[in-house]
């Protein structure tokens, strides 16, 4: 089934059933975690599908869970609200890795991306290290100096990452200077905390 479905998917076609509960099987989780959703078509059957499920996995312990801020963040994955708003065009958040422009087709807002394009954006979106202590507020908004630019950044999400050892984050710097292991400075109510710019993989040395 995997195979089949890359992340972020759901096919029409793609339908299974169990217990004679029809579902369409889509791999969209906010959670980064690998895994499946199945969507019902008729609400009611709902909690008899929940049973089955819990019941089915009951030797695997299976428990209910819900989303994790920490695995959210080192998945890069964006949270609406936080790192992306009505502000924010697909382009500078980094969205455009899941569409591709050029299309000759007609759809909502093709005039307005291509424009962005053209002209290109003044900030974009980055993966951030910091080292030191747990930073507290993991969803406030924290302004952001950043090395070789005048213009500020900005810290959208930030947690401490016990598998990493330091606190991960996201947000926007100047797009002039988003290159890996570029210095940053994030401005906190009680100081302030140096970090760098780190590759999808939270290295922050340039690869080689």
């Known amino acids: 089934m995997q195979s ?13 059933s169990i217990d004679d509960i029809d579902l369409v099987v889509a791999r ?3 959670s980064g975690q690998g895994g499946f959703e199945l969507y019902l078509s008729e609400p009611a059957a709902g909690e008899r599908l929940w ?14 869970g819900c989303p994790n801020l920490i695995d959210r963040i080192e998945t890069g994955l964006l949270s609406h609200g936080n790192d992306v708003t009505l502000a924010n065009n697909p382009i500078e958040s980094g969205l ?15 005039q307005a991306l291509e424009k962005i394009v053209a002209e ?6 980055v993966r951030l290290v910091f080292p030191g202590d747990p930073i507290a507020n993991p969803r406030e908004y ?5 090395s070789g630019s005048a213009e500020p950044g900005t810290v959208t999400s930030v947690i401490y990452s016990p598998r990493l050892g330091h606190n991960v984050g996201l947000g926007y ?11 940053v400075t994030l401005s906190l109510p009680n100081g302030s905390v140096s970090g760098n710019i780190a590759d999808k993989d939270w ?3 340039p690869a080689r």
């Open 120 to 125: 290109g954006t003044s900030q974009q979106f």
């Open 173 to 183: 710097v100047p797009t002039s200077a988003t290159a890996v292991g570029t210095t």
């Open 142 to 146: 924290y302004p952001l100096s950043v």
């Open 51 to 64: 049973d089955i499920i819990v019941e089915a996995g009951a030797d695997l312990n299976l428990r209910s």
């Open 28 to 30: 969209t989780g906010w």
């Open 203 to 205: 290295q922050t040395e």
């Open 4 to 16: 089949r479905l890359r992340t972020f998917a759901f096919s029409v076609s793609f339908t299974a």
């Open 96 to 110: 455009n890795r899941f569409f591709k422009m050029g299309k000759t087709a007609d759809y909502l807002g093709k």
